[in-house]
């Protein structure tokens, strides 16, 4: 028996208090991450805006296999946010636009109904050539064939899922437009978590299911902030959590005989909770880099050190050693070694003790001695997976989640409380 099949399926129980209590505690990491933006200045604000989106359209395509240029994703979203203090090497093709623009309608445009029209449009955009692949598809209009999602070889086929028939498609779709235009009695997070559900499992056309399915999700977790920009990826998370998506999505698909889905909003607020943490750790770097180059704006730097250090400030190199440098920076060890050395004379790097070969240099974000006494209390926490660094701030529980190598270092007494304080709420001295 399949969700669907269920009498009056799309009314749905789960454990009321409980999940409330889940998207409680979402939603009060989304306000804290809201708060977070509004410490950013204008252009670091649009600049993080213009990569969490990124990030989403490139993942949500990639769950379904297809990737995408990352830079052409990008140059659409600056062109469309009208972003002029980022350059982009990408190429702006009419897809890439359509397929930005879908996006950003789901998202800024939450409140305005979802209708069939809007639905077909999005579906345009996702296949402006009629096609998939090199096999001509339904677009702009409800598939016209029955479905099922199947895995295996010839003769040792599993059905994963069976959608309606394509007869019932119409009705079911206007069914679910007028749940999702008209539900106002659960909040934002659930409504996002069911309409997802019975988006996919309608599954109204050809292609592009998932993909319009998680738009639609987003457009209901929009109405949360009202619209006022993207600086999460619920797309980003799933995909590092695919098998576990199409897991617990089978089992609702297939095993909801008494309309019970506590289980996928379980994992649905979980994962956001998730997606929430990694756009905290990426709005923390922002910040940290922001004051660094306040910090340093009388320093100064030489071409090649600017470039390699935003490398390294933006996260995309992980050890800062002069073997690094030399690659990043393509010159010779001896010429990373003096780039190296003229900023720890400067002050801006410092050596980690204990590391005799291949030296790892920290970044000083700001000066250490004055930074660190407005901290107490400095721990190590475990948590849903991961390790995060929790303190009091003048008074104020501080919390961030640190990288496995920098817990690896920790550990191994490479970097101490102090290190990881000052690499990680550098950020905090500017509000």
């Known amino acids: 028996m399949w969700i669907y099949e269920r009498y009056d399926w799309m009314h749905f129980d789960w454990e009321k208090d409980r999940i409330a209590v889940l998207a409680e505690n979402v939603s009060a990491k989304i306000g804290f991450l809201h708060g977070r933006v509004a410490s950013l200045a204008e252009d670091d604000r649009s600049g993080a805006s213009v990569e969490i989106l990124t990030q989403d359209i490139v993942s949500s395509f990639r769950i379904e296999g297809i990737n995408l240029n990352t830079e052409d994703v990008r140059s659409s979203i600056v062109r469309q946010l009208g972003v002029t203090h980022i350059q982009t090497n990408g190429n702006s093709s009419h897809f890439m636009e359509g397929v930005v623009d879908m996006m950003l309608d789901a998202t800024r445009n939450y409140h305005i109904p979802l209708d069939k029209e809007r639905l077909f449009g999005w579906h345009c955009a996702l296949f402006p050539t009629g096609r998939r692949g090199s096999y001509p598809t339904t677009v702009g209009d409800y598939r016209k064939d029955d479905v099922q999602v199947i895995s295996g070889s010839m003769g040792r086929e599993k059905v994963h899922f069976m959608a309606p028939p394509a007869s019932d498609v119409n009705d079911y779709m206007e069914e679910f437009m007028y749940w999702f235009n008209n539900e106002s009695g659960i909040s934002s997070i659930i409504k996002s978590a069911i309409s997802h559900l019975i988006f996919v499992s309608i599954h109204p056309f050809d292609d592009g299911n998932g993909r319009i399915g998680r738009a639609i999700a987003d457009m209901a977790l929009a109405g949360i902030d009202c619209g006022r920009g993207r600086f999460f990826s619920m797309s980003r998370e799933i995909e590092k959590e695919k098998k576990d998506y199409y897991a617990i999505l089978e089992k609702t698909q297939r095993f909801c005989y008494n309309g019970d889905i506590s289980g996928w909003l379980e994992w649905y607020i979980g994962c956001l909770g998730r997606a929430i943490d990694d756009s905290l750790a990426t709005l923390s770097g922002i910040l940290n880099k922001s004051l660094f180059w306040r910090e340093f704006s009388e320093m100064k730097f030489s071409d090649r050190q600017r ?82 660094l929790s303190a009091m701030y003048d008074g104020t529980t501080v919390r961030e989640r640190i990288s496995g190598l920098d817990y690896e270092r920790f550990v191994s007494g490479i970097m101490t409380t102090a290190d990881l304080v000052h690499k990680y709420m550098a950020y905090l001295s500017a509000m």
């Open 307 to 388: 470039k390699v250090l935003n490398i390294f400030l933006d996260g995309k190199e992980a050890k800062l050693t002069a073997q690094n440098w030399a690659r990043l920076g393509a010159v010779s060890l001896d010429t990373a070694l003096r780039d190296i050395a003229d900023l720890v004379e400067k002050g801006i790097l410092s050596p980690y003790s204990g590391h005799a070969r291949k030296i790892e240099y920290a970044i000083n974000y700001v000066k250490t001695d004055e930074f660190l006494r407005h901290f107490e209390n400095i721990q190590i926490e475990d948590g849903e997976g991961a390790h995060y």
